[in-house]
T-cell receptor, first 111, second 111 residues
Framework: DAKTTQPTSMDCAEGRAANLPCNHS???????VYWYRQIHSQGPQYIIH???NNETNEMASLIITEDRKSSTLILPHATLRDTAVYYC????????????FGDGTTLTVKP | KAGVTQTPRYLIKTRGQQVTLSCSPI?????VSWYQQTPGQGLQFLFE???????NKGNFPGRFSGRQFSNSRSEMNVSTLELGDSALYLC??????????FGPGTRLTVT
């Protein structure tokens, strides 16, 4: 699975959009980008995933660049409860059950 | 659907003992993966089972083992516990090769 690079930490004002970047320059054609978050030692929570098209669900939007070497997770209106560690993972279906977690980005939403 | 459940939630063991942790996946999910999370090493993949067969394995010693039953429930076992095995053990299930859903984890403390 491709390696990902994320900033260590980010701050965001409550109510504003939080844009979390992820670099995955070695991604291969059959690998998906997944985003999870973990709130204070709870189990990680699935947020969204995509292959090459932009995706949106009730939690967030995922923007993947055309060359697929990077992506951005967007939380449109961040709340204090969105404070968490966000992990970007790249995974192919051949390693379906094996996610390689990096250090993630600690997002702090401030009032 | 009920989420992934893990038992017990907390456990204290002594060095040299063995421990068995249990995971019940979301109904219909056939893949179960196990992860170890420590402050120093982060989230690390242990192994994955799919339809009672180990499909992927991480870089952990043979003291760590697992199995999956015909109803997809899974157990992991750690023998000859060491202090360094103190961690949050997380289980995740998925339907096929798509997004994983994590349980709340079992907090193991080895004294």
């Amino acid at each position: 699975d491709a390696k990902t690079t994320q900033p260590t930490s980010m701050d965001c004002a409550e109510g504003r959009a939080a844009n979390l970047p992820c670099n995955h320059s070695t991604i291969s054609g059959n690998e998906y980008v997944y985003w999870y978050r973990q709130i204070h030692s709870q189990g990680p929570q699935y947020i969204i995933h995509g292959l090459k098209n932009n995706e949106t669900n009730e939690m967030a939007s995922l923007i993947i660049t055309e060359d697929r070497k990077s992506s951005t997770l967007i939380l449109p209106h961040a709340t204090l409860r969105d404070t968490a560690v966000y992990y970007c993972i790249v995974r192919g279906y051949t390693n379906a059950g094996k996610s390689t977690f990096g250090d993630g980005t600690t997002l702090t939403v401030k009032p | 659907k009920a989420g992934v459940t893990q038992t017990p939630r907390y456990l204290i063991k002594t060095r040299g003992q063995q421990v068995t942790l249990s995971c019940s996946p979301i109904s219909g999910h056939r893949s179960v993966s196990w992860y170890q999370q420590t402050p120093g090493q982060g989230l690390q993949f242990l192994f994955e089972y799919f339809s009672e067969t180990q499909r992927n394995k991480g870089n952990f010693p043979g003291r760590f083992s697992g199995r999956q039953f015909s109803n997809s429930r899974s157990e992991m076992n750690v023998s000859t516990l060491e202090l360094g095995d103190s961690a949050l053990y997380l289980c995740a299930s998925s339907e096929r090769w798509d997004e994983q859903y994590f349980g709340p984890g079992t907090r193991l403390t080895v004294t």
